[in-house]
């Protein structure tokens, strides 16, 4: 009689997270990736401002450090996430080889090039033969290095040397002459800048792809069809984030300075830098798209109309 | 005529246990293969591509010559960092088995190297030696190192002292102690090392093409994981473990043709 109440209380255990996790799911939050950056600005101030909970959403957000494209794209394949922001390029990648769609955009995705203050390159032509560092191949950093190169008829693969080393170590490199030049993100050329390492040499994105989304939200097209009013909202808390930077930069950069490490001052120079909008143009990723594949980082060409559903208008 | 017999039934036998030891070993692949394809068939290729997409991923790699490269790399990178690791390990590690001094002083430091991986000194060593070969050579070193500097200290205290002195007695002069007695006995031991040096080595490479270098079989992992190539992830695993799989039979090769003297003295 004791074993079987034992053994009663055993599977009564065993059964009972299927009835919490199910009643869970009715109203799980939605459970949003960022990378600790001045891109995850939005996000910073949509939780803030609390635009999340005004729009009546509810979603819990999960940070990963600057760099993480990967695993946040992992996560939203493997259901641990369910949405997330990165780079243009590697949402393209994803939309051909994944079921998930690009829902909203907040910003450029500028990445200057930056070359050593005593090194002497006065201009992109001054790259060739140099050693640049950018990020993996298909990463935004890589994409415009090497669009960048291309477009002063250096060749990227015989020209110059591209290396990868980890964004964080970049300043270090170029102090210590192991690199030339390196494919920044805007936080880290303005701290080259401040530790007099670096210098600015070209904005690629404000001369080549003005307008140009380039950090991207992305989400599974499971969630989208299930719950598109929630994600519906969580695009529309975003355009209001967007709309905010907009009109107050300084109360962003106080928020952005406590969240990433950065001085009030070198935080505010950095929101000022980006062009924050939320209008997901069809036209500019589609232009995007046709200079990766030509560059062999798609395998095939992206369904641009299904791949792209434009939730915050 | 007879002899002939004789012979031809000794090789065909030593064949077939040749033969049956290899196909005992392909048991576990083939049931692999078989439960890779039927889970395959019920998953998402982008979360397990089926082996044929695989085989599919190889037939390219190895045609366009990007297999080749990135695994000539790999093993060149291995080579310079493995083999001077064994040059400064063993004989460190003779010394501070046989010089209690020695000892004293550096098993502390050797105790607190032994635990700190590869992968953690890749951002400093990647600073002071940049992105090349160097830096890929001091972290294989550092991989390798420890284990077979361990090893060596292991088996040098470990040798039996009735060898010494059974040595001494039989008119063994000293110097002919270390090369004649205390190397050899403790060879099994420094085999040993060598064997776990090279694993550990492999993989601290593996792990440092990933973070920082353009070629390589973990540079070719973290690009397929890049461009969301499931496929040439795992294309990339089964060729890490495939080669890591004939070095380590190539080195039990050359142990047993060294150890020979241990046929019939240990179990195997």
Redesign the interface.
């Known amino acids: 009689m004791r074993i079987k109440n034992i053994l009663m209380i055993m599977v009564g255990l065993l059964i009972m997270p299927f009835f919490v996790s199910t009643s869970e799911a009715v109203e799980r939050p939605i459970v949003l990736a960022l990378q600790n950056s001045q891109y995850a600005a939005p996000i910073y101030v949509a939780v803030e401002k609390g635009f999340f909970k005004q729009e009546g959403v509810n979603v819990e957000v999960r940070s990963f450090p600057s760099g993480s494209s ?1 695993a946040i ?1 992992e996560g939203i ?2 259901g641990d996430l369910d949405m997330g922001y990165v780079g243009l390029s ?1 949402a393209l ?2 939309i051909t ?3 998930v769609v690009i829902f909203a955009t907040t910003s450029v995705c500028e990445v200057p090039i930056i070359v050593g203050l005593n090194s002497g390159i006065k201009d992109i032509s001054g790259l060739k033969g140099k050693k640049i560092a950018v990020s ?4 935004w950093s890589d994409f415009i290095g090497r669009d960048l190169l291309s477009r002063y008829n250096i060749n990227p693969d015989k020209d110059a040397d ?5 964004m964080p ?1 970049r300043l ?2 170029m102090k ?1 002459g ?1 690199i030339d030049a390196a494919v920044v993100s805007p936080w880290l050329a303005v701290k080259g800048r401040s530790m007099g390492i670096s210098k600015v040499l070209v904005l690629p994105i404000e001369k080549f792809w003005p307008q140009t989304p380039g950090i991207v939200y992305i989400a599974r097209n499971e969630l989208v069809k299930n719950r598109k009013y929630d994600v519906k909202k969580i695009a529309q808390a975003l355009k209001r984030s967007v709309d905010y930077i907009n009109q107050n930069h300084k109360e962003t950069a106080e928020i952005v300075s406590q969240k990433i490490g950065l001085s009030p001052e070198l935080a505010l120079e950095v929101v000022k830098s980006i062009l924050w909008f939320s209008d997901l143009r069809k036209d500019k990723i589609r232009m995007v798209a046709d200079a990766l594949y030509k560059s062999g ?1 798609l ?1 095939k060409f992206p369904d641009i109309d299904s791949g792209v559903v434009p939730l915050s208008n | 005529m007879e002899h002939v017999t004789i012979g031809l039934s000794a090789i065909i036998t030593k064949d077939n246990k040749l033969i049956k030891k290899f196909l005992y070993g392909l048991i576990p692949f083939i049931l692999l293969l078989v439960g890779w394809w039927a889970i395959s068939l019920r998953l998402e290729s982008y979360l397990l591509p089926s082996p044929d997409t695989v085989i599919d991923a190889f037939s390219k790699a190895i045609c366009t010559g990007e297999l080749l490269r990135h695994t000539v790399s790999s093993m060149v990178k291995i080579a310079g960092g493995y083999l001077l690791a064994l040059l400064f390990a063993i004989p460190l590690g003779i010394m501070i088995g046989l010089w209690q001094r020695a000892h004293d002083m550096l098993n502390p430091l050797v105790q607190m190297a032994r635990f700190v991986p590869s992968i953690a000194l890749i951002p400093i060593i990647v600073l002071w030696f940049g992105i090349g070969y160097q830096a890929a050579t001091v972290i294989i070193f550092w991989g390798a190192f420890s284990p077979v500097l361990i090893s060596t200290i292991s088996g040098v205290e470990g040798v039996e002292i009735e060898y010494v002195d059974f040595a001494l007695t039989h008119g063994a002069q000293r110097r002919h102690l270390l090369t004649k007695v205390i190397i050899p006995a403790a060879l099994p031991d420094i085999f040993v090392g060598m064997r776990l040096g090279l694993s550990y080595a492999w993989r601290a490479m593996i792990a440092a093409e990933m973070l920082a270098s353009k070629f390589g079989l973990g540079y070719l992992i973290m690009d397929a994981r890049w461009l969301m190539q499931t496929e040439r992830v795992i294309m990339g695993i089964i060729t890490i473990g495939f080669i890591g799989l004939l070095l380590d039979f190539s080195f039990r090769s050359a142990e047993e043709s060294m150890l020979k003297w241990r046929k019939g003295m240990v179990l195997k």
């Open positions: 990967s794209h394949a493997s590697s990648i994803a080889r994944r079921p993996r191949r298909g990463t591209m290396v990868m080393i980890p170590e270090i490199a210590n192991i980082c395998t």
